[in-house]
């Protein structure tokens, strides 16, 4: 099955511009059919949900493009690939525990304040 960009928008909910913002960034790598249109397969969708993850979770345009390259490069960067997601992991890992932190403070204060009015 071949998508074209509208669709493919549609499925992912994410905006052309930025699907060509990402072909740009060479985050993602697009067919093109003999009339030079861009077309989409489901293997695309998985990737570029992926990629709306790693963006989620922090990871840099930057990072997701070296990833991005060694995917496309094919099996033989796996160790690579495995590598990037780890440290990006333990980045995670870290900017969670800040966030777990900065929501106890909150809660404090909270109490604090709710302690007050009574």
Do not use: C
């Not at 993602?28 to 989409?40: E, I, K, P, Q, T």
Request: charge should be positive; proline fraction near 1%; aromatic fraction near 12%.
């Amino acid at each position: 099955m071949k998508y074209s960009i509208g669709q493919f928008s549609d499925i992912t909910n994410i905006s052309s511009y930025t699907l060509r913002y990402y072909e740009k960034e060479q985050l993602l790598v697009v067919s093109r059919d003999s009339a030079g249109r861009r077309f989409y397969t489901p293997q695309d969708v998985d990737w570029i949900l992926f990629i709306q993850k790693l963006k989620e979770t922090g990871m840099s345009i930057k990072e997701i493009r070296e990833y991005s390259l060694l995917r496309y490069q094919g099996d033989y960067t796996t160790q690579q690939r495995l590598e990037i997601l780890e440290k990006h992991k333990v980045a995670v890992i870290k900017e969670k525990a800040k966030w777990e932190n900065n929501l106890q403070n909150l809660n404090e204060k909270i109490k604090f304040y709710k302690d007050k009015l009574k």
